[in-house]
């Protein structure tokens, strides 16, 4: 009974240092995918037809005006750098756009610190947490908002091209293979199959191992 315990105390802890070694892990790997990571964040004045089809208008005008100096960019820091040097030019596009929309919104447009909820991107999941953003904000910002990945560029991908071979193609210029699989496989509210059936593996493994152990002590005994 004693062995059998201590067993127990055994396998139980080395299967709790596999399962947190997993999460820290993934967490570290998360954090630096987010630092390599700007998203495009645009809120509507409202959730009226007119404010939600302004905010679209805005987002094509923003992107469109971007596009050209984003092309053959690889660096973050050198991301932000454009964005902010181009932020007059930002600006000037989205009061642009609402003027000819007939709108005198106020408008808050900053690079900044965003807290995003999980959300799927093609054949992405980003997790919650914060992330770089260039956020537009129209008017009283009240409306449902619309988000991209500005960096790397996925924003600019043409819809009728095939996402995800052009996600691949874009996200491999900044992240590596493990990050890019870690955004496919999902959050750190899942742990990936292959594992779950790699800790079975060792646990049964191991706990026969004891078991073989325990006979032949309990044969020595005799």
Same mark, same amino acid.
């Given at each position: 009974?004693?062995?059998?315990?201590?067993?127990?105390?055994?396998?139980?802890?080395?299967?709790?240092?596999?399962?947190?070694?997993?999460?820290? *892990?993934?967490?570290?790997?998360?954090?630096? +995918?987010?630092?390599? +990571?700007?998203?495009?964040?645009?809120?509507?004045?409202?959730?009226?037809?007119?404010?939600?089809?302004?905010?679209? %208008?805005?987002?094509?005008?923003?992107?469109?005006?971007?596009?050209?100096?984003?092309?053959? =960019?690889?660096? @973050?820091?050198?991301?932000? #750098?454009? !964005?902010?040097?181009?932020?007059?030019?930002?600006?000037? @596009?989205?009061? %642009?756009?609402?003027?000819?929309?007939?709108? *005198?919104?106020?408008? &808050?447009? &900053? =690079?900044? #610190?965003?807290?995003?909820?999980?959300?799927?991107?093609?054949? =992405? @999941?980003?997790?919650?947490?914060?992330?770089?953003?260039? *956020?537009?904000?129209?008017?009283?910002?009240?409306?449902? *908002?619309?988000?991209?990945?500005?960096?790397?560029? =996925?924003?600019?991908?043409? !819809?009728?091209?095939?996402?995800?071979?052009?996600? #691949?193609?874009? /996200?491999? &210029?900044?992240?590596?293979?493990?990050?890019?699989?870690?955004?496919?496989?999902?959050? /750190?509210?899942?742990?990936?199959?292959?594992?779950?059936?790699?800790?079975?593996?060792?646990? %049964?493994?191991?706990?026969? %191992?004891?078991?073989?152990?325990?006979?032949? #002590? @309990?044969?020595?005994?005799?």
């Amino acid at each position: 009974m004693k062995y059998k315990l201590i067993a127990f105390v055994l396998i139980t802890l080395f299967l709790y240092g596999i399962f947190m070694n997993i999460y820290i *892990n993934t967490d570290s790997n998360f954090a630096a +995918i987010k630092n390599k +990571i700007i998203r495009l964040h645009i809120i509507a004045n409202s959730d009226s037809l007119k404010d939600q089809e302004l905010k679209l %208008k805005v987002r094509d005008a923003v992107l469109n005006k971007m596009k050209p100096v984003f092309n053959d =960019l690889k660096d @973050t820091d050198k991301a932000k #750098e454009i !964005i902010k040097d181009n932020m007059e030019v930002i600006k000037s @596009t989205v009061q %642009k756009e609402l003027e000819e929309a007939g709108k *005198n919104f106020p408008i &808050e447009v &900053e =690079l900044t #610190e965003c807290d995003f909820p999980t959300k799927k991107y093609g054949d =992405l @999941t980003f997790p919650k947490g914060e992330y770089q953003a260039l *956020n537009i904000k129209i008017g009283n910002g009240q409306g449902k *908002n619309w988000w991209c990945v500005m960096f790397p560029p =996925l924003c600019f991908v043409d !819809i009728a091209q095939d996402m995800g071979i052009m996600e #691949e193609e874009e /996200l491999q &210029e900044v992240l590596s293979k493990e990050e890019i699989e870690l955004l496919k496989n999902g959050t /750190l509210d899942k742990v990936p199959i292959k594992i779950k059936f790699k800790v079975a593996e060792i646990y %049964k493994s191991i706990n026969s %191992k004891i078991s073989k152990l325990m006979r032949k #002590e @309990t044969e020595i005994a005799k």
